[in-house]
């Protein structure tokens, strides 16, 4: 079964002169995403929020760029859960974490690379994903570059453009920490004024929102602007919150909203968002809730260490599963790609 994946974090692990897409150590790479039958997989370009880049120059400031000051600057990264909701779970969590991986950049020493430390890594990002564009493209894969933490503007609006130039197709607000645009899931409060501005901008260049790691405040906030712009809107990695009471899961009424806009929802394969019921049961509920023409995939591979399913080679098992459980053709064909490229092709 060919397959669109709507959320991966291999981007993230990309380094100055380095395909991240032949890292043996990734859970996408070139060689898993063809042995999965990939036919179209999304790249999120993923900022850390900007006080982990002011804790990481610390760290580098007071010299503990040892192993073992690297490992405090990560430890010290882990925030306590807000109330009213499970933890965050384990999404870029432990020796994938964003820390780790600036404290890396910082080791290669970026010559040649000016401005604000959140933009210097997006556009670092940006350069290795157009640099991968082509050998994906000539494996019958599509890349699709999608942003995860709308903080990677840092409140301006003009950097949309590079984005948009780059092919953005999905733009996420938050990820689990306040920024210029809004708060994420667990917290009170939605979208700030700049994030509105954003929100209607997106619209207007027909670049999706993605609601996933938002507020639930601020996804009503998102879900009123699409309907008022008529464009539909997607959260990429997010399962059923009454499957699995996780605040980075989705209520039946977000479900219902996404579906009724026209958008997507992402088959997450993080097992803190999965829970005891198993996938099958939140593909079954995204399903029942939502309609057929909601399901997507939105692995979150290299987002968190121990996914459902090992990386993309992993896929074909996946959909052979959700066929044996009982799926009906059709609808598992509309998950694995032709929703997907309703919106994205
Ligand atoms: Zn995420």
Same mark, same amino acid.
């Given at each position: 079964?060919?397959?669109?994946?709507?959320?991966?974090?291999?981007?993230?692990? =990309?380094?100055?002169?380095?395909?991240?897409?032949?890292?043996?150590?990734?859970?996408?790479?070139?060689?898993?995403?063809?042995?999965?039958?990939?036919?179209?997989?999304?790249?999120?370009?993923?900022?850390?929020?900007?006080?982990?880049?002011?804790?990481?120059?610390?760290?580098?400031?007071?010299?503990?760029?040892?192993?073992?000051?690297?490992?405090?600057?990560?430890?010290?990264?882990?925030?306590?859960?807000?109330?009213?909701?499970?933890?965050?779970?384990?999404?870029?969590?432990?020796?994938?974490?964003?820390?780790?991986?600036?404290?890396?950049?910082?080791?290669?020493?970026?010559?040649?690379?000016?401005?604000?430390? $959140?933009?210097?890594?997006?556009?670092?990002?940006?350069?290795?994903?157009?640099?991968?564009?082509?050998?994906?493209?000539?494996?019958?894969?599509?890349?699709?570059?999608?942003?995860?933490? @709308?903080?990677?503007?840092?409140?301006?609006?003009?950097?949309?453009? =590079?984005?948009?130039?780059?092919?953005?197709?999905?733009?996420?607000?938050?990820?689990?920490?306040?920024?210029?645009?809004?708060?994420?899931?667990?917290?009170?409060?939605?979208?700030?004024?700049?994030?509105?501005? $954003?929100?209607?901008?997106?619209?207007?260049?027909?670049?999706?929102?993605?609601?996933?790691?938002?507020?639930?405040?601020?996804?009503?906030?998102?879900?009123?602007?699409?309907?008022?712009?008529?464009?539909?809107?997607?959260?990429?990695?997010?399962?059923?919150?009454?499957?699995?009471?996780?605040?980075?899961?989705?209520?039946?009424?977000?479900?219902?909203?996404?579906?009724? @806009?026209?958008? !997507?929802?992402? $088959?997450?394969?993080?097992?803190?968002?999965?829970?005891?019921?198993?996938?099958?049961?939140?593909?079954?509920? !995204?399903?029942?809730?939502?309609?057929?023409? $909601?399901?997507?995939?939105?692995?979150?591979?290299?987002?968190?260490?121990?996914?459902?399913?090992?990386?993309?080679?992993?896929?074909?098992?996946?959909?052979?599963?959700?066929?044996?459980?009982?799926?009906?053709?059709?609808?598992?064909?509309?998950?694995?790609?032709?929703?997907?490229?309703?919106?994205?092709?």
């Amino acid at each position: 079964m060919r397959y669109a994946d709507l959320h991966c974090d291999a981007l993230t692990a =990309a380094a100055p002169g380095t395909s991240f897409l032949h890292r043996t150590t990734s859970q996408v790479s070139l060689e898993k995403l063809v042995g999965g039958d990939c036919l179209l997989q999304c790249f999120a370009l993923f900022t850390p929020p900007a006080q982990d880049f002011a804790r990481s120059e610390a760290v580098k400031t007071a010299g503990k760029r040892s192993a073992a000051g690297d490992g405090r600057a990560r430890n010290s990264r882990s925030q306590p859960d807000p109330p009213g909701g499970a933890g965050i779970g384990a999404e870029k969590s432990g020796a994938g974490g964003p820390v780790e991986k600036i404290s890396g950049k910082e080791k290669t020493g970026e010559r040649g690379e000016t401005g604000a430390p $959140v933009w210097r890594r997006a556009q670092r990002c940006l350069s290795a994903f157009l640099a991968a564009e082509g050998e994906l493209s000539a494996a019958g894969i599509r890349p699709v570059l999608t942003v995860e933490n @709308g903080g990677v503007l840092e409140g301006e609006l003009s950097r949309l453009d =590079a984005l948009e130039r780059a092919g953005v197709k999905l733009f996420g607000f938050t990820w689990n920490e306040e920024n210029e645009l809004g708060f994420p899931c667990g917290r009170p409060g939605g979208l700030k004024p700049f994030g509105k501005r $954003v929100a209607e901008e997106l619209l207007s260049r027909g670049i999706y929102p993605d609601v996933s790691h938002l507020s639930d405040e601020g996804f009503f906030e998102v879900a009123e602007i699409a309907s008022a712009f008529r464009v539909p809107f997607a959260a990429s990695h997010s399962l059923a919150r009454s499957v699995c009471p996780h605040r980075r899961n989705l209520t039946d009424e977000q479900i219902k909203a996404v579906a009724d @806009g026209g958008g !997507l929802i992402g $088959v997450n394969f993080v097992r803190e968002f999965i829970g005891k019921a198993g996938i099958f049961a939140h593909v079954v509920h !995204l399903w029942k809730t939502g309609g057929e023409d $909601v399901l997507a995939v939105g692995s979150d591979f290299d987002g968190t260490d121990r996914p459902l399913y090992a990386g993309a080679d992993e896929m074909p098992r996946f959909f052979e599963d959700l066929a044996r459980a009982g799926l009906p053709a059709s609808v598992l064909e509309k998950l694995a790609f032709r929703n997907a490229l309703r919106l994205l092709s």
